[in-house]
């Protein structure tokens, strides 16, 4: 029976490594065997794991042969609710069959996302240098995974951008595959002033702007003469360049402003002795006399009426005193 077993394990198409090397899966394993009802099908069921365990890992070696921390937590939890569903459902056949059905789940469940992972997630720099973490499948522990760009080199090419005098910049260099890099590099930025383009730059042309753990720099109220080659360099504290890439940074002037003329109103045209508006001497007399005797009838008119309005009250007080003076006398008598 053991053999047969064994034999169909062979069988079965190898499954991805790696899902051995999880913890949680071994434990769920060792419970699965310790709950065999007889110590012969205890026995069995552990040597169906390790053999598929070897399968596992000699698969995996075919292939990259690692995993990364995120993949490797996604197919340990669906394997892991794969499991407890197996668990709870009863048995159709012997319980070793049963087994070898479970662990080609496994397998599948590897299958989908290392295929996944492996052709874009294992290596995602398209350019530059990514030194990052991941799992050796092998001997289950982790180690450090060197990717390099296609080309072999870590200069990302140039990237043409424009601004206005007075406007703003934004330089930014970050793509995603940054974040796997081991270590806290950091974004070095330079500058190399002058029309972007037009000759030819060596490293001693480029001065230091600022090294930032951000990746991106803000350039704002840009002036003509803050146009040039921008680069920013991803390096760790070694020197070690990851990757770089170079800004061309064109600044367009302002158009020159004209000042505006304000508009006047149109002077009034001279009279001529022909305007009937046309102030004249024979006219201007008449009209001063006409003036100036109006003026005198009006003062003498106001005065006469204040002196009558005088009068009257000094007539009416005297009244009134001689009034109070008979009424004391009729009172004393």
């Not at 794969?82 to 397998?107: C, H, N, V, W, Y």
């Not at 793509?175 to 037009?198: I, N, S």
């Not at 005065?303 to 009134?320: F, H, P, Y």
Request: charged share 20%; hydrophobic share 35%; with cysteine.
């Amino acid at each position: 029976m053991l053999l047969m077993l064994v034999s169909l394990l062979c069988c079965v198409p190898a499954g991805e490594a790696c899902l051995q090397c999880d913890r949680t899966v071994r434990l769920l394993h060792e419970n699965f065997i310790l709950s065999a009802p007889t110590v012969s099908d205890q026995i069995e069921l552990q040597k169906i794991c390790d053999h598929a365990y070897m399968t596992y890992t000699d698969t995996s070696q075919q292939r990259q042969g690692v995993i990364d921390p995120t993949t490797l937590y996604r197919a340990r939890t669906e394997y892991q609710s794969e499991f407890d569903r197996f668990l709870k459902t009863p048995l159709t056949g012997s319980i070793t069959f049963e087994a070898i059905q479970i662990m080609e789940k496994g397998r599948k469940i590897l299958e989908k996302h290392l295929d996944a992972f492996i052709p874009d997630g294992l290596c995602p720099n398209k350019c530059g240098l990514l030194i990052r973490r991941v799992m050796d499948c092998v001997s289950c522990r982790f180690k450090i995974y060197i990717c390099p760009s296609p080309s072999g080199q870590q200069d990302c090419g140039e990237h043409p951008v424009q601004a206005e005098e007075g406007g703003q910049a934004v330089l930014d260099c970050f793509l995603p595959w940054h974040r796997l890099l081991l270590g806290k590099p950091e974004y070095h930025y330079f500058w190399a002033p002058g029309a972007p383009g037009t000759e030819t730059l060596d490293e001693s042309d480029f001065k230091a702007l600022v090294v930032t753990d951000d990746s991106s720099v803000v350039l704002n109220q840009l002036r003509v003469d803050e146009q040039g080659t921008y680069r920013c360099s991803l390096q760790d504290r070694n020197g070690t360049i990851f990757y770089q890439i170079t800004f061309l940074l064109t600044v367009a002037p302002l158009p020159h402003q004209t000042h505006r003329s304000f508009a006047s109103l149109p002077t009034l045209p001279r009279g001529d002795d022909s305007s009937p508006f046309q102030p004249t001497e024979d006219l201007l007399v008449p009209v001063i006399a006409m003036v100036t005797a109006v003026s005198l009838t009006a003062s003498v008119g106001i005065t006469v009426v204040l002196g009558l309005m005088a009068n009257q009250q000094r007539v009416a007080k005297e009244l009134r005193r001689r009034r109070k003076e008979e009424q004391d006398t009729e009172n004393t008598v």
